[in-house]
């Protein structure tokens, strides 16, 4: 072995180290020097597709997806495909770009849907699909991926049990929907778990017009969670709830306040529909 080779391996061996610890601005500066001593275009490979998830997890989603595009320019026959596409399709996620990051995870899952962390593409092309509304897609990702959670990983189980709430709730599938939230509840989550759960059964509550249980649920979410993160949904359950519990008095309260809040809300159509028909 070559005197370069040997502080290639070297300085290839003290950027893992580093990357293992989360020193990451240490193991970017250790693989360039790597880069530096490296003989072949597969070493050069190898580096870039590390230097990608360094990139990932110190945020800079653009320069990883760069170093990921490297990785096939110095090496075409580059075999880990599945590990490439998935850091882009994650780093494609930051970028807030989901049809880029939606083509990279399927392209991930299409080179490797076995493994462990293959699991967590299947949960992120889930959320992917749930977020734009698209739950009928949303559904098999996460029915698929459900069992393996629940023995694993108890923060994915309950965030996919609450995805998979409220994907029965919007496919119309209410007792499914009100078994998932109620095994939230069930399992003692944190306060911010309890309050997701409870948030999914207030929409159960309001649906079935149990306007009273709606309003006591959306107080109940609050006090759990000061900072929860959909609070216009939560300050619409319940102004509607007194709506049509004849309660314009404090609806038209809500109403102004939610106005002020949230000008050019999700609910602003609806807000305004209930505020003509009550004076």
């Not at 969670?225 to 359950?237: A, H, P, R, T």
């Amino acid at each position: 072995m070559s005197e370069n080779e040997i502080i290639f391996r070297e300085s290839l061996n003290k950027a893992r180290e580093h990357f293992e610890k989360k020193q990451y601005k240490n193991a970017r500066l250790m693989y360039f020097q790597a880069m530096n001593q490296a003989e072949n275009r597969e070493d050069k490979a190898i580096i870039w597709a590390e230097i990608s998830w360094v990139y990932y997890y110190e945020k800079d989603y653009n320069k990883a997806i760069e170093a990921a595009e490297n990785v096939l320019i110095q090496d075409s026959e580059y075999k880990v495909l599945d590990d490439l596409y998935r850091v882009q399709g994650y780093s494609y996620l930051g970028l807030s770009n989901f049809t880029l990051a939606e083509r990279f995870l399927q392209l991930s899952l299409e080179n490797n849907s076995t493994d462990e962390k293959q699991q967590y593409v299947k949960y992120e092309l889930g959320k992917l699909h749930f977020i734009q509304g698209n739950y009928d897609l949303a559904y098999p990702f996460f029915n698929e991926i459900r069992e393996f959670f629940e023995q694993s990983n108890n923060e994915y189980k309950l965030a996919i049990w609450f995805y998979l709430g409220f994907i029965n709730y919007y496919l119309n599938n209410f007792t499914k929907s009100h078994d998932y939230f109620s095994q939230i509840l069930s399992d003692e989550p944190s306060q911010q778990r309890q309050a997701s759960a409870k948030f999914g059964l207030a929409f159960l509550e309001f649906q079935k017009k149990n306007f009273l249980n709606a309003i006591s649920l959306c107080e109940e979410i609050i006090f759990l969670d000061e900072n929860f993160f959909d609070k216009e949904s939560v300050g619409f359950l319940t102004a509607a709830s007194y709506f049509y519990l004849g309660r314009k008095d404090i609806y038209n309260e809500y109403y102004n306040k939610m106005k002020e809040t949230y000008p050019d809300g999700r609910y602003s159509k609806e807000l305004d529909t209930l505020f003509s028909s009550s004076n």
